[in-house]
Each structure stands twice: as structure tokens, then as C-alpha cells.
């Protein structure tokens, strides 16, 4: 039984060996494939929404996903994200600079002209 176990082996090993160096056909080892690329990647055309995020999805690479994938999206989520933060802080201020101290509401009327002497 051992010695079947054995040679079952060997078989598997060198059936292995064979596929991945070249069975002697002459085509060598086995073609390279291409990296799987990211199917829907983020819109370039418009500003990155919540369902873009949602449908997301990275491909398997060997160890995780593929590291510049992922980059790229983190990259472009993060720059998004830094010029709507510096709109918001834009608009607060715009916001902040048109209330009056009484009651926070600017009067639309003109003045009353002064008597100039």
C-alpha cells in the first residue's frame, strides 16, 4: 500500500512538472496572461457617488487584490473627498460672513441716504 501511495505521487509530481515546464510539445513553459484589470472602473467624465462605491469591486491578484487598483481608486476617492471637504469649508464661510450679529438675517433694502452737508 505504501509503496502504491509512493509511486501515485511521483506520477502526480511529474505530471505537474511536465504541464508547467512544457510537455516536450516545444511550446515551452506555460504563455504569461495579462493582469486582470479593474471591469467598471470610477467614472471620469463626473464626480464619484455612493452607488459608484457600492459597485466597486477589485480583482483577485495571487496575494489580495492588485495594489495599483486599488491605489488608483483610494487616490481618486481621497481627492473627491478633499475638494468637497474644501467646498463645504468655502460655502461655511461665504455662509458665515453674510449673517448679521442681530438675528442672522441680511436686509435686502438700500439704505436711506444721509443728508451730506
Known sequence: ??????IALAVVVAAVT???????EGTGPLPEV???????????????????????????AVRGYRMADVDDALNRVAAELAERDARIA????????????????VSMEKPAPEDQR
Request: net charge negative; charged share 25%.
Open 18 to 24: 511536465l504541464a508547467v515546464v512544457g510537455g516536450g
Open 90 to 105: 468655502d460655502l461655511e464661510t461665504a455662509l458665515a460672513g453674510a449673517r448679521t450679529p442681530a438675528g442672522g438675517h
Open 34 to 60: 495579462a493582469p486582470e484589470r479593474l471591469h467598471d472602473p470610477l467614472p471620469p467624465d463626473r464626480p464619484v457617488d455612493r452607488s459608484d462605491i457600492d459597485q466597486l469591486r477589485f480583482p483577485l
Open 1 to 6: 500500500m505504501f509503496l502504491f501511495l509512493v
